[in-house]
């Protein structure tokens, strides 16, 4: 069975700050992992995704995300936050015929 | 750029009438799917569907709910008989294989039951 954990519903940082939203995964077999990102009443767009090789990956909109197996986590990081960025990031795990996603992180961005 | 559409955008039903939420995937997709997402909450499974029959289903997807391709193009979900705890958003999803299931999503249907 799979399932995936964000740390913190909510995560506020100014603009030009970093940017760190949490997610740790649970997986039977090697997982594939996903960022997506939603803006308000939109659908869902996928930031960036890690299946197999380096574990750094980067993304759109300066995002990047690093697989750590020994600690099971995949979180999202973006050097300086804009205020664009304010959105729901979910972190989502796949396996098969389905994808499992987090509850979500809202992040909010003071000016 | 190739993208998953969704039609209508939002639907207002009465409880108890069936709707049917319409989905074009990505033309040379060949594995769908269905999420919702109710209000304030997660985006959960509900289905998936490969070769003209159903892959995998989650629990939220009882008898109520059926998927349909009925022709080379669109992608239906359907809800036999609404209940007032279905409203919510539901996205149509196709990926190219199931392999590294990155999962194009279409921009939702609002489904309102009142």
């Known amino acids: 069975a799979q399932s995936v954990t964000q740390l913190g519903s909510h995560v506020s940082v100014s603009e030009g700050a970093l940017v760190l939203l949490r997610c740790n995964y649970s997986s039977s077999v090697p997982p594939y992992l996903f960022w997506y990102v939603q803006y308000p009443n939109q659908g869902l767009q996928l930031l960036l995704k890690y299946t197999t090789g380096a574990t750094l990956v980067k993304g759109i909109n300066g995002f990047e995300a690093e697989f750590k197996k020994s600690e099971t986590s995949f979180h999202l990081t973006k050097p300086s936050a804009h205020m664009s960025d304010a959105a729901e990031y979910f972190c989502?795990?796949?396996?098969?015929?389905?994808?499992?996603f987090g509850a979500g992180t809202r992040l909010f961005v003071k000016a | 750029e190739p993208e998953v559409t969704q039609t209508p955008s939002h639907q207002v039903t009465q409880m108890g009438q069936e709707v049917i939420l319409r989905c074009v995937p990505i033309?040379?997709?060949?594995?769908f799917y269905w999420y919702r997402q109710i209000l304030g909450q997660k985006v959960e499974f509900l289905v998936s569907f490969y070769n003209n029959e159903i892959s995998e289903k989650s629990e939220i997807f009882d008898d109520q709910f059926s998927v349909e391709r009925p022709d080379g193009s669109n992608f239906t979900l359907k809800i036999r008989s609404t209940k007032l705890e279905d409203s919510a958003m539901y996205f149509c999803?196709?990926?190219?294989?199931?392999?590294?299931?990155?999962?194009?999503f279409g921009p939702g249907t609002r489904l309102t039951v009142l």
């Open positions: 999803a196709s990926s190219e294989s199931s392999l590294n299931n990155e999962q194009f």
């Open positions: 033309s040379n997709h060949l594995y």
């Open positions: 989502a795990v796949s396996g098969g015929f389905k994808t499992i």
